[in-house]
Structures are given as structure tokens and as C-alpha cells.
Antibody, heavy 117, light 107 residues
Framework: QVTLRESGPALVKPTQTLTLTCTFSGFSLSTSGMCVSWIRQPPGKALEWLALIDWDDDKYYSTSLKTRLTISKDTSKNQVVLTMTNMDPVDTATYYC?????????WGQGTLVTVSS | AIWMTQSPSLLSASTGDRVTISCRMSQGISSYLAWYQQKPGKAPELLIYAASTLQSGVPSRFSGSGSGTDFTLTISCLQSEDFATYYCQQYYSFPRTFGQGTKVEIK
């Protein structure tokens, strides 16, 4: 049974760095072809893809956000971590992690992050 | 980046209707396209990948077609549980991109 769960702060202040953790089970990120991505959704708006890390530790980022994002994995803990620097109120969103390369077949429930002073 | 134009943004329909949603790419992506359904307060769910392959467990009233730059999601006979927002997503290249969404509402 595949599950993913996002964790991290619900509230961050402007200019702070956000660190989110995706803890998963039911698959291994050391298996060839496996990938985990981060995707966010501002309230009432569309999905926005942020980053992907694959089994070979290749990393890909949103063009507009790549200077602020870092994705990493800890295979032994079954975790993927996303950091986003210099947070702004426009970064208020629900952040999801999801598994997959050819379509995201499993998603976490999402975690709402609010950026406010 | 590959840009996607999804239309319409809002679709009003009745139970039993046949509905189609379009997704047009700024460049060809072969068949590297997925469709998702999202209900309020929930994570998206994968409906279709490879443009036309139904994800396991998805009802057969959902179908996808197209290749290159033009794609369509069709719901053949709308059910009450299908009222939701639908997104297309390309995985031909990085960065991945999503369409702006189509909300299917009750007429």
C-alpha cells in the first residue's frame, strides 16, 4: 500500500525558509524509475509543479522558482525534503508531494502553508 | 517551458451529459499527457496517462484522446460524483506543467 504524507510548519514569516518533508511508504526511491515531486496549489487556484527528484538523485526544478528551491532525499528514511527560501505571502498554498514520472498516481493529503507576519 | 491552454475554464452540465475538455500545448509532446480530477479539499487523482490510458480503477466513462499538441478528456455520461475540477499535465519535458483547470459544475 503506497502512502505519502507531507509535514512541516503551517505558518511561516516572510523572508523565512520553509522546510517540508514528504514521508512515504509502499515503495522505495532507490528503485529504478521511481520519482517524487512537489506540487503546490494556492487557495482557489491551479496546481503548480515545483520540483522532482528521481531514484538516481537527479533533480529538476520549476524555472521561475529554481533559485529558491532545493529538493533532496533520504532513501533510508523514505523521505523527500523540499526547502524554499525567502518565503512571501504569495507562496501561501497547499503543498503536495506525489509519486510518479508518467503521471502522479499517488498523492499526499497536502499541507497548507500560510506566509504571514 | 511548455505552456498549456485548457478550455473551457468553467463548464456547466447536467447528469447524463457528455462533456469534453480540451488541452492545447505550445509545442508537441507526443502522448506524454495526464489528466487529473480534483474535488474540493482533496488531492488530485490520476484519471488518464499517456493521453489515453485509463488509470486502474477509473470508470470507463472517462476517456482521453489526442497527441502532439491537442488533447481531449471526455466524460461520456456525467455522474453526480464527476462534478469536480479537472487538470491536464504534460510530462514530456522539464519543468512539468499543469493546465489552468476546468471546473465542471451542475447546470
Amino acid at each position: 500500500q503506497v502512502t505519502l504524507r507531507e509535514s512541516g510548519p503551517a505558518l511561516v514569516k516572510p523572508t523565512q525558509t520553509l522546510t517540508l518533508t514528504c514521508t512515504f511508504s509502499g515503495f522505495s526511491l532507490s528503485t529504478s524509475g521511481m520519482c517524487v515531486s512537489w506540487i503546490r496549489q494556492p487557495p482557489g487556484k491551479a496546481l503548480e509543479w515545483l520540483a522532482l527528484i528521481d531514484w538516481d538523485d537527479d533533480k529538476y526544478y520549476s524555472t521561475s522558482l529554481k533559485t529558491r528551491l532545493t529538493i533532496s532525499k533520504d532513501t533510508s528514511k523514505n523521505q523527500v525534503v523540499l526547502t524554499m527560501t525567502n518565503m512571501d505571502p504569495v507562496d501561501t498554498a497547499t503543498y503536495y508531494c506525489a509519486r510518479g514520472y508518467s503521471g502522479y498516481d499517488y498523492w499526499g493529503q497536502g499541507t497548507l502553508v500560510t506566509v504571514s507576519s | 517551458a511548455i505552456w498549456m491552454t485548457q478550455s473551457p475554464s468553467l463548464l456547466s452540465a447536467s447528469t447524463g451529459d457528455r462533456v469534453t475538455i480540451s488541452c492545447r500545448m505550445s509545442q508537441g509532446i507526443s502522448s506524454y499527457l495526464a489528466w487529473y480530477q480534483q474535488k474540493p479539499g482533496k488531492a488530485p487523482e490520476l484519471l488518464i496517462y499517456a493521453a489515453s490510458t485509463l488509470q486502474s480503477g477509473v470508470p470507463s466513462r472517462f476517456s482521453g484522446s489526442g497527441s502532439g499538441t491537442d488533447f481531449t478528456l471526455t466524460i461520456s455520461c456525467l455522474q453526480s460524483e464527476d462534478f469536480a475540477t479537472y487538470y491536464c499535465q504534460q510530462y514530456y519535458s522539464f519543468p512539468r506543467t499543469f493546465g489552468q483547470g476546468t471546473k465542471v459544475e451542475i447546470k
